[in-house]
């Protein structure tokens, strides 16, 4: 896996999951949105949660958390937020 594949992935995550149409699809193509992207960048696990109107209406982890573990992925497993921080204050300008 390529050293910049998580961080790239994550931005796509962020991207996505922060468009209003996102909240709008149904947790099944959720799912397959998620599994396509975990297989298209390579990714070993991720999980998104997605608001609307301030509360919770989706949440789900995909995959695993580590591929020498193989333990799975849930809401509340805790991953790296890499170096986004500069990505995070451009959408903050954007938005």
Do not use: R, W
């Not at 949440?59 to 695993?64: F, H, L, P, T």
């Not at 333990?71 to 805790?78: G, P, R, S």
């Amino acid at each position: 896996m390529k050293k910049g594949t998580p961080l790239l992935a994550s931005l796509l995550f962020i991207c996505l999951a922060s468009t209003p149409i996102f909240a709008q699809i149904t947790s099944q193509k959720n799912d397959l949105l998620m599994e396509d992207a975990l297989a298209k960048f390579k990714v070993a696990g991720a999980s998104i949660a997605v608001a609307k109107d301030g509360k919770v209406i989706h949440q789900k982890g995909y995959s695993v958390a580590s591929v020498e573990t193989k333990k799975a992925v849930n809401e509340n497993t805790n991953f790296q937020i890499a170096s986004i921080v500069k990505f995070l204050q451009l959408l903050h300008f954007l938005f």
